[in-house]
């Protein structure tokens, strides 16, 4: 019995060591996980907190603007507010989505196109009743940091936020020049993406109707940019197959290319009515594109 009882102090020595040391390297572990989770929630914060949109100031940068033309300047004032803030919301809501390009793709390179559309027709608008400012188009591109809704927030005016009517006697012409080829649907909508889907856009050239022969130039000019973009588009959709998530294709490819279409039909519209015509109605209907099987 006196020899039993060293051997069981030794074997309980042992037990309580090894006891202590999985605690201690459960303590060491926890620690370790718990500054990482603090330092990721740290870079997470700091993530949110610099993923906000940030625009380049308009109203600084227009000239005096006349008094016929300010409740349209403002409208479309409003409307530079309110397209920030709705990127801001897309972005909010887009976290962790899409590749590395998603954010340009799905959400900056949609806004600077609904941005030039909108400072065309403050361009426009100032044209009628003065000298038409020049470089605004240089305002449309936006980026990520610093306040959401930086550059319109003050400069928003007073007028409605409801989008102004695009019926104006000037307008940019598209840099791409062409020799009027009509943007296709179903079978000119381009290669396919070797998954069997190609993009399909509805017929424009169709539906423009009588084009005054002044304006005919400008007008085959942009329907061979609607042509051009589809083709951008369906070389997009092949280069990216299985990038994102389920609405990839959507945000990053489709709805880019809708606003793009949208502002070119809405040149369109405005070199048919500097002439005197009666601009086609309902063309903007035919912006939106959809994924056909090839």
Same mark, same amino acid.
Do not use: W, Y
């Given at each position: ?125 100032? !044209?009628?009743? %003065? @000298?038409?400012?020049? +470089?605004? $188009? =240089?305002? #449309?591109?936006?980026?990520? /940091? ?31 020049? !062409?020799?009027? %080829? @009509?943007?296709?649907? +179903?079978? $000119? =909508?381009? #290669?396919?993406?070797?998954? /069997? ?98």
């Amino acid at each position: 019995m006196s020899r039993g009882l060293p051997l069981l102090h030794r074997r309980r020595v042992m037990v309580v060591g090894a006891i202590g040391g999985v605690t201690c390297a459960a303590v060491a572990v926890g620690a370790a996980m718990a500054g990482q989770d603090g330092s990721g929630a740290s870079n997470n914060a700091s993530t949110k907190a610099a993923s906000t949109i940030s625009c380049p100031d308009v109203t600084g940068s227009l000239p005096e603007i006349p008094a016929k033309a300010k409740a349209e300047v403002d409208r479309n004032l409003v409307l530079l507010q309110t397209q920030i803030e709705e990127a801001n919301k897309r972005l909010a809501s887009s976290v962790g989505q899409g590749g590395p390009n998603f954010v340009q793709n799905a959400i900056l390179g949609p806004l600077a196109d609904k941005r030039k559309s909108t400072l065309d027709r403050i361009a426009i608008s100032i !044209g009628r009743q %003065a @000298e038409k400012p020049q +470089g605004l $188009d =240089a305002l #449309a591109e936006c980026s990520l /940091g610093g306040a959401a809704g930086a550059g319109e927030g003050s400069d928003a005016g007073s007028g409605g936020a409801a989008e102004p009517s695009a019926s104006a006697p000037a307008t940019a012409e598209p840099t791409d020049p !062409g020799s009027g %080829a @009509e943007d296709g649907a +179903g079978s $000119d =909508a381009g #290669a396919g993406t070797g998954t /069997g889907q190609s993009i399909s856009c509805p017929d424009v050239a169709s539906k423009v109707g009588a084009v005054p022969a002044k304006a005919q130039a400008e007008v085959d000019r942009n329907l061979t940019l609607l042509q051009t973009q589809i083709d951008e588009a369906n070389k997009r959709l092949a280069s990216s197959v299985g990038q994102g998530g389920p609405n990839f294709v959507q945000n990053a490819i489709l709805g880019p290319l809708e606003g793009k279409r949208a502002s070119t039909i809405d040149r369109i519209r405005i070199s048919i009515s500097r002439q005197g015509a009666t601009a086609p109605s309902g063309l903007d209907a035919l912006a939106g594109c959809s994924l056909a099987s090839g």
